[in-house]
């Protein structure tokens, strides 16, 4: 703000001020807003680890009772919870429905890490009367009270080091430094990057929807 050209504008008494000043305002409510959306996003993805790891269904031992009881945990080592491998509606086994959770899951993990860089480096970056600083925040940092374990169930453990999304090889954290805050055209980049879900191969989900909907013989929407 400082350094922009406001035109007309510039003779205005305070200006500038209170420009910053709502600026200020501003950035603190869409930080929120970042941080509620991610939160929604980190939980709807817990959500959906869950339910790719419970499609199995074990026998419950209980040798006094004649009725067949079923249950999530596994109490029989000889008891693999799918059936012998039988298929569940016509052709897919519990297997190959994992197999296809599986796949979502992985694509859905690596979406989010990026994301969470993207958080990161979005809050990292602060505006405060009127001058840039920056104060740079490390991926063990919670972004919100309870982060750490949901990252955890899902694989993500919230320690010093950022695990990169697969395949990246370059080293973020020389280009992570107080009072090297990101360019506008890189933040532009960044939330290009956040909008086009770049890691989500729609394609593909589609391709598995169609399968898993002609399997079941049921409309996902």
């Not at 959906?48 to 499609?55: E, G």
């Not at 979406?111 to 970056?125: A, F, G, Q, T």
């Amino acid at each position: 703000m400082p350094a922009m050209d406001l035109g007309v504008l510039k003779d205005m008494p305070g200006i500038r001020d209170k420009a910053s000043s709502k600026l200020a305002c501003r950035e603190e409510q869409y930080c929120d807003i970042l941080v509620s959306s991610y939160k929604i996003m980190v939980r709807a993805l817990c959500c959906l680890v869950k339910a790719s790891s419970s499609m199995r269904c074990f026998s419950k031992v209980s040798p006094n009772d004649s009725v067949a009881q079923f249950s999530e945990q596994q109490d029989d080592l000889n008891d693999s919870g799918d059936s012998g491998g039988a298929p569940v509606f016509k052709w897919f086994s519990i297997l190959e429905f994992e197999s296809f959770a599986q796949e979502l899951v992985e694509m859905f993990v690596s979406d989010l890490k990026l994301k969470r860089l993207l958080v990161l480096e979005l809050l990292s970056v602060t505006f405060k009367e009127g001058v840039e600083h920056q104060t740079v925040l490390d991926w063990g940092d919670e972004l919100y009270d309870g982060e750490s374990n949901e990252l955890q169930s899902i694989g993500l453990q919230s320690g010093g080091t950022c695990p990169l999304p697969e395949n990246w090889c370059t080293d973020i954290s020389g280009s992570r430094r107080p009072g090297n805050p990101p360019s506008y055209e890189v933040l532009q980049v960044y939330l290009t990057a956040w909008l086009a879900n770049v890691n989500i191969n729609n394609s593909r989900i589609g391709e598995i929807f169609e399968l898993v909907e002609e399997e079941m013989k049921i409309k996902f929407s």
